[in-house]
């Protein structure tokens, strides 16, 4: 489904000149006034409700086990990931997931890296029968090919209209939110990644283009600040973390704490290709890593996540939903039996901290 990107302008407008014209009387101004206050009242009391969902790790390299399951299936993709699944994908206000490839024709592998991921450009086709609205581009396979594959990456999305953040052609461009107005909401995406070890995936320069990356978090956190004068809601989208284990860097524990300190109302992770454990911190999650949706053929638990927006002018609120689901044999199935789901939710629960998940899904802060 479609949204509505806006940019955010923080100039000042300049009022005309009335030099020429009547001037105002004082019954007038106080009207006006008057006016202009019910107005603002009433827009701050519109009820809004919506529902932003979120996806790991995705590949769809010409190479890869997935991509090549999904070319010998008669419907493509969509006898890969569950009806399920792809109804909740689509149903979603705003569908984000962690694009983990480069989409091109072009360039070379970029030498010392054991995984190599590059889709063709046509291959877009696939986040939209999704409903995939916008991603993060903050992770270490979209540079993989190369500048001339990244920047092809940013054009296929941009022609597909499909929102991206967390990369771009320079610094600046790498560091903007991407904002999303909602039902008179402006909700913010930002992301950035410190997932390898021997960083082969460069940083975005004043003149040179990349990701954004967190080893450092002087940048990241001064987005997210920037997201926060802008946006009634920033959502912080993290590539981290060790891969193939739920255990926790004590940086992940760490920074995503700093990271709602700056103004995030939530912390999302990926990378570490299964699922990692949640926390709440100050009465906001972070959700460590969503793991593998749909990368390989390993049997791995999985999930989509949802964020449920609601207010009505007075109160707030934003409730965390999992929708569990099993990757396994290069297809990802929504968990549809009660004690599979109840499974999953234990599982989670066994990994977080002051968390407790509800038998219908909804994460909630515990006080143990």
């Known amino acids: 489904?479609?949204?509505?990107?806006?940019?955010?302008d923080i100039s000042m407008e300049r009022s005309e000149s009335r030099e020429d014209s009547e001037p105002f009387e004082e019954s007038e101004v106080e009207e006006s006034a008057a006016l202009k206050e019910s107005s603002e009242a009433e827009e701050m009391a519109e009820p809004y409700d919506f529902t932003l969902c979120f996806a790991g790790d995705i590949n769809l390299h010409e190479g890869w086990c997935t991509a090549l399951y999904m070319k010998r299936q008669e419907n493509g993709i969509y006898?890969?990931?569950?009806p399920e699944l792809i109804e909740a994908m689509n149903a979603a206000d705003v569908m984000c997931l962690n694009n983990e490839f480069t989409y091109s024709r072009r360039g070379t592998p970029t030498e010392g890296k054991a995984f190599h991921f590059r889709a063709y450009p046509e291959r877009v086709e696939v986040l939209e029968q999704l409903g995939v609205d916008v991603v993060t581009l903050a992770n270490n396979h979209v540079y993989d090919y190369g500048k001339d594959a990244f920047l092809d990456t940013l054009d296929t999305l941009e022609q597909a209209q499909i929102g991206y953040f967390g990369a771009g052609r320079n610094l600046e461009e790498s560091m903007q939110p991407l904002y999303v107005e909602l039902q008179g909401k402006t909700i913010a995406f930002v992301g950035a990644s410190r997932a390898e070890k021997n960083k082969k995936t460069p940083q975005a320069t004043e003149t040179e283009p990349g990701i954004l990356r967190c080893y450092d978090t002087e940048l990241f956190l001064k987005v997210i600040a920037e997201a926060r004068e802008h946006a009634d809601f920033v959502v912080a989208f993290v590539h981290w973390g060790t891969e193939n284990t739920w255990k926790l860097e004590q940086v992940q524990i760490d920074t995503g704490k700093d990271y709602l300190d700056a103004g995030a109302d939530a912390v999302i992770g990926a990378h570490s290709h299964?699922?990692?454990?949640?926390?709440?911190?100050?009465?906001?999650?972070?959700?460590?890593?969503l793991g593998n949706y749909w990368f390989n053929e390993k049997t791995l638990d999985t999930m989509l996540l949802q964020l449920h927006f609601t207010g009505d002018g007075e109160e707030e609120k934003m409730e965390?939903?999992?929708?569990?689901?099993v990757q396994a044999g290069y297809r990802t199935t929504y968990a549809a039996e009660e004690s599979e789901q109840r499974r999953i939710y234990d599982y989670l629960e066994s990994i977080s901290m002051n968390v407790k998940i509800s038998d219908e899904g909804y994460v909630r802060e515990s006080e143990e």
């Open 274 to 289: 299964c699922l990692q454990g949640m926390e709440y911190y100050n009465g906001k999650p972070i959700i460590y890593s």
């Open 1 to 8: 489904m479609s949204v509505e990107t806006i940019a955010v």
């Open 320 to 325: 965390v939903q999992v929708i569990p689901a």
């Open 79 to 82: 006898d890969c990931i569950s």
